[in-house]
């Protein structure tokens, strides 16, 4: 297995360039979120503060880049560009799955960024299933030396049973698996947050995970990239389940429901965030940051300018979002949701 990671991993930065890999027939739901509008703001457009502090990091904007890829020297270029585009706008960058680096210690140059982003908020990632079952079988040790090799501030704990269902030999067993997670997570000496990959985390689950030592929760909603889909397409060429592409929470009812069951947890909103209005909506709803991912791989391959372009998008969007309902500052937004 840990010979064929390299490969899996170029085959869905693959499909994520080359096939239609977002969700077909569920949204969002953002798009139902309504945003406030006022003819006189009382706020100038200049004057608004869009600064935040998240995991002891002071960000520019609400703003990561979300996790995306890592493993071979084409993801090494990625990850070394979106690092260097976060640095230069003063947001944050989350790296891809680090099972692959730390399996294979000549894959460890593709998630090593800090010579470039001495500054970001970095967050490493591993997979929840490497903890739960098989030979990997991993602990606390792992995740504070996923960490150390790349200078994170933290490392996130992925959930995504859907997407491993669809994977040959996939990391399917799941039960036990809060109780192990229980054992493992007061160990660490590492903040720890808990994230899906794109199919989103409802309230039971973040009322169960909410009991747990992390620092933050990443509902990743149903309504941008269905992992399920991309595996699909890595698996068969084409995408024969297309139903199970679809399954999820969608992003703003993951929000909320995460935000009642937990709210003490930092939320991070991702899934199918593509713009600064959704990225105000998602504060609204109680998110403190935002994560966006897809979007930016393309970019990624034009360089360092196309990535600092769209993130300065985004954030102007976001500001006159806030100008237009009389925010002052993204804390204004925060402390009302």
Known sequence: ???????????????????????????????????PYRALPGVNLDDIDLGVTFLGKRL???????????????????????AEAAQRTGIGLMLGSQRVMLERPDARASFQVRDVAPDILLIGNLG??????????????EIDRAAALVGADAVALHLNPLQEAMQPGGDTAYQGALARLATVLPECRTPVLIKEVGHGIGGEVARELSRLPIAALDVAGAGGTSWARVEQWVRWGEVPFPALGELGVPTARALQECRVAAPALP???????????????????????CAVALPFLPLALEG?????????????????????AGYGSVMQVRAEA
């Not at 300018?305 to 806030?322: D, F, G, N, P, Y």
Request: glycine fraction near 12%.
């Open 60 to 82: 520019s904007a609400p703003l990561l880049i979300g996790a995306m890829t890592g493993g071979a020297e084409r993801a090494r270029q990625i990850n070394r560009t979106l």
């Open 267 to 289: 939320l991070v909103a991702s899934g199918g965030v593509r713009s600064g209005l959704d990225m105000a909506k998602c504060l609204s709803l109680g998110a403190g940051v």
């Open 304 to 324: 360092v300018e196309a990535v600092v372009a769209h993130i300065e998008r985004l954030k102007w969007e976001l500001r006159v979002a806030l100008f237009v």
């Open 128 to 141: 929840a299933g490497q903890f739960l079952t098989g030979a990997s079988f991993y602990g606390a040790a």
């Open 1 to 35: 297995m840990t010979g064929e990671l390299p490969e899996r991993k170029l085959r869905h930065l693959d499909a994520c360039l080359t096939r239609d890999v977002q969700f077909q027939t569920v949204t969002t739901g953002l798009e139902a979120v309504p945003w």
